[in-house]
């Protein structure tokens, strides 16, 4: 089955810094990678997916690169806000399944 | 439009006893996916229910049962609970063709 890794597990930066979450997978038939932003108590919520067909995406500060051939993809936040603290997942989807394998997640700080 | 709604949203058992909780997914949704997600730690995959069968299965015993309903509602059911159940349960809809997953904001579960 899928594999998906997650680094790093813990992240602090600087208000207006840039932040980058890496993941990689071990299932070449995996074409669906989503982020998912948890907040504390609080369910996943989706902010940015890349579909195995493109090889960045972007929307306002967040933005997704994905690299196929190393089976690896990464979150990158640009100008961050405190408001962006909180546990970020990767997540990839194998083949024609529709069941998620998250990564361990990466608690994310913002310091003001 | 409603969003994935779960009842209940919190609960306490005793080991040994059993649970039933509730989902009912996103309009237009007809898939149904559960997630158990333990404290620190990512989702992971219980099972997924589409046109009222298991789908896919996770890596999880079989005191771990559930059903989905013609209107695609959906119950979890755990039965001979172990304080290792404790956690909080997802589930997640999404429409027909797509990985594209979107959470309930959960039932915590609590097993003394």
């Known amino acids: 089955g899928e594999n998906v890794e997650q680094h790093p597990s813990t992240l602090s930066v600087q208000e207006g810094d840039s932040a980058v979450i890496k993941c990689t997978y071990s299932?070449?038939?995996?074409?669906?990678f989503p982020w998912y932003k948890q907040e504390l108590g609080k369910r996943p919520q989706l902010i940015i997916d890349?579909?195995?067909?493109?090889g960045e995406k972007k929307d306002q500060r967040i933005a997704v690169t994905l690299n196929k051939t190393a089976k690896h993809f990464s979150l990158h936040i640009t100008e961050t806000q405190p408001e962006d603290s909180a546990v970020y997942f990767c997540?990839?989807?194998?083949?024609?399944?529709?069941?998620?394998?998250f990564g361990s997640g990466t608690q994310l700080t913002v310091l003001p | 439009d409603a969003g994935v709604t779960q009842s209940p949203t919190h609960l306490i058992k005793t080991r040994g006893q059993q649970v039933t909780l509730r989902c009912s997914p996103k309009?237009?949704?007809?898939?149904v996916s559960w997630y158990q997600q333990a404290l620190g730690q990512g989702p992971q995959f219980i099972f997924q229910y589409y046109e009222e069968e298991e789908r896919q299965r996770g890596n999880f015993p079989d005191r771990f049962s559930g059903h989905q309903f013609p209107n695609y509602s959906s119950e979890l059911n755990v039965n001979a609970l172990l304080l290792g159940d404790s956690a909080l349960y997802l589930c997640a809809s999404s429409p027909a063709g797509t990985g594209e997953l979107f959470f309930g904001e959960g039932s915590r579960l609590t097993v003394l």
């Open positions: 997540a990839a989807v194998p083949g024609s399944a529709r069941q998620l394998t």
């Open positions: 299932d070449s038939a995996s074409n669906y």
């Open positions: 890349i579909r195995s067909n493109v």
């Open positions: 309009s237009g949704h007809d898939t």
